[in-house]
């Protein structure tokens, strides 16, 4: 055999064999135990829209993060301001992004100003829409710091959907930031959607907060609410039939979910319900001793996401840092309370601004549906080749059978995704890929009604064929490309097994079918080509 | 064996008026439909809203469906019948986007599990875009399509007269005139028409014929596979965009295809008139375009039908876009060539003389 030949025989070979090592493990129930030290263990990767699943997308509201962050600025600069002994008459966040502060005398102006430029660096000072008179300043939280905290904002909420994730327990979750204030998140086989929902989405804070026993609730719902309180409920009763219960509370939270090491479900002994126990840090443990031993006989707020859960009385100094949320949960609820709770608060509140769920049943069914007419299609097109070009129809044939499994290998190899519009574009390409042989079979019927001899048409068949397949598949090519670029999830998926596809019919109609063609002509002195 | 005899000779280039008018009145009829209903039928990609598909174990009509829904929000909602009948499945449709979308599809199965049983629904499959996302869909599907025929024409004008200069020239106007485009913060609609009218322009003044040709079969593809759409009542959604843009590289390889032959024709038979040559490639091509169309019609039949419900609009699109590519290979893509002999509408294949000029 001459040794061209050879060699373009050998590298067939090889591809081969590479291919089916990259899809055995896809293929075959279990590997040989000595399989994964040395070769590639990985599956084809399924999209959620065959394995069925969720996919959201939300979008992290930083600007609360930003709000958030002045509040308790504003709690730093009221105590600098006290040590400083600079009187002010009021000191609140004025905007989204400023805080507003009214000094009581003019002298303390420069020692306001001074103490602001040395301590909160991040702020500037800005006496001009908010400053009627010289008393009166407005503290911009500088842009850079804006954006600081934005993208911590969406950081550290991706750590905590992913711990929550992690501890709800979901096999393979993906979870990562996208764009400047989005986050993706691919939950594969979730079985309960709601629940996940939310999971992710509960912001979760947790507050302690003092109820004002000094004013008069009446009054404040009337309109008057006295300063540095806010007004929040409890909602009671079954679904359907609830009830509203205001509370008057101090805004300011005495203690938070900053605090806790742990949140666990237990049951309750007497009505057999469950509940959540929560245990603090040591400072959360000394800060509650501290403000449950102040505060005898007075009720103490636990509000989650500005919601009240309960207002107990305490009874007595609280030591050892424990407290419990109670109410009609079911296990499920507690469960996931208590998870969202050991994860921390979300630090700004998330919106789901994109849902797509596939149910498991749906996604079998989308294989079952899509491997069945990929099946029968590309039956049809096999038999229909081999009827009309009888032996080279084989041989195309054999082609696009390879064709198939190098896209298969491929999609193993690159560790790329197929969907459902993934296996569309295998189903597709089965019937563009024979385009190739079909070129080059129809020009060597033409050199050989010329009268060529069956080695001299093979060779103008294939040259004068080659410039338009190459052109042909270009097209196609820069179409999938840029929808690869483009697309999302799905979409991509189809993109992936179109330009396998298109290269791997390059390779199988010019190379394979040739090596074939050239080995029987030339090595077993072929004298008539069946085509 | 063989479908069509190699001495073929079908006088396509002579029935040219008739596949003209034919054409013309399929993108009118598509541009009136588009008009009446204004624009095409977006789906929730890139409308926003949300679609959830059930399924239940027994027949049930959509009005009934409609009578679980009665509440405030889902009182509009649209229920269509989808994929098979025996699989007693539907598409609930809330196309509203003001209202907070994250809880509606519990809220639907709610509804649903307490008129019909739990065990009797089932959601399959929840679809929800919120308005911003919807808008980002459409931005980028838009620029996909716009890339996509930057680099086809980029490709073509270039490969299809073997002047790569020109595709210089070409790509260079068309990238200095997107810039002025998005520096005067035009839409990306405009962005593509303007990029269209300046391809068009340019092939024109350059004398780019075989780019041209290819560029108004593959407009004239796509605008009629959008006006099968609007016809039937389907939704533009994202697979769909991505079948259509699979059209475009499926008309160019087809139309590719036609005019190397007529390429290498022209040289050979010096002698010929332009239209004869025309009329022979096609003939001489045809045994091949109709193979491969027939080959690839075969396996997107197959998706058609057994592809399930999820796949069926994107089978669609290519099933529409690769009978009409073919027709337009052959009917719409050639006989444009003669334009620049001002032949367009002269006559039957032999009535036209063969110009000195050279090639």
Sequence with gaps: MSKNLQWRGFIILFLIAVSLVYLTPSISKTLPPWW???????????????????????????????????????????????????????????????????????????????????????????????GKSDLEFELVLSQKAQQHIKKMAVDQAVETITNRIDQFGVAEPDIRPQGRDRILVQLPGIKDPKRAIDIIGKTALLEFKLVDEDNSLEEALRGNIPPGDEILYQITGEPGSQKKIPFLLKRRAVITGEYLTDARVQIDSQYNEPYVSLSFDSRGARLFEQITGANIKKRLAIVLDDVVNSAPVI?????????????????????????????????????????????????????????????????????????????AGILADLALLLNIMFIAAGLAFFGATLTLPGIAGIILIIGMAIDANVLIFERIREELRLGKTPRAAVDGGYSKALVTILDANITTLIAALVLFQFGTGPVKGFAVTLSLGIVASLFTALFITRVIFDYLIIERGMKKISI | MEFIRPDININFIGRRKMAYLVSAALIFLTILLLLFRGGPNYGVDFAGGIVIQVRFNHPITPHEIREALRSDVLEDSLIQEFGEKAEFEYLIRVNKTDIDLSGLSDEVKKLLDSVFGEKNVEVRRVEMVGPKVGKDLRTKALFAIFYALLFMVIYISGRFEYKWTMSIVMAASLAFGVYIISALGMSIIWLIAVALLITIGLCWFLRLEYALGALIALF????????????????????????????????????????????????????????????QSINETLSRTLLTSATTLIVVVSLFILGGGVIHDFAFALLVGILVGTYSSIYVASPTLLIWRGELWKGGAGATKRRGKGH
């Design chain 1, 315 to 391: 009874q007595d100094r609280i030591a050892g840092g424990r407290a419990q949320i109670t109410g009609r949960f079911t296990m499920d609820e507690a469960r996931d309370l208590a998870i969202v709770l050991r994860a921390g608060a979300l630090p700004a509140p998330v919106k789901i601004i994109e849902e797509r769920t596939v149910g498991p049943s749906l996604g079998k069914d989308s294989i079952e549906k899509g491997l069945k007419s990929m099946i029968i299609g590309g039956l049809v097109v096999i038999l229909f080749m081999a009827f009309y070009y009888r032996f």
């Design chain 1, 36 to 130: 994964p030290n040395i070769l590639p263990e990985e599956k084809i990767h399924l999209g959620l829209d065959l394995k069925g699943g969720m996919h959201l997308v939300l979008e992290v509201q930083a600007q609360k993060a930003v709000e958030s962050h002045l509040e308790r600025m504003v709690e730093d600069i009221k105590y600098s301001l006290r040590k400083a002994k600079i009187r002010y008459q009021e000191l609140k966040r004025s905007g989204p992004d400023s805080i507003g502060l009214t000094l009581i005398r003019g002298e303390d102006r420069k020692a306001a100003e001074e103490m602001v430029t040395k301590v909160f660096s991040d702020l500037a000072i800005e006496s001009g829409s908010f």
């Design chain 2, 220 to 279: 004239h593809d796509v605008i009629i596979t959008i006006g099968a759409f609007a016809l039937t009542n389907r939704e533009v959604t994202l697979p769909v965009v991505a079948a259509l843009l699979t059209i475009v590289g499926y008309s160019l390889n087809d139309t590719i295809v036609v005019f190397d032959r007529i390429r290498e024709n022209y040289k050979r038979y010096r002698s010929r008139n332009f239209a004869e040559v025309i009329n």
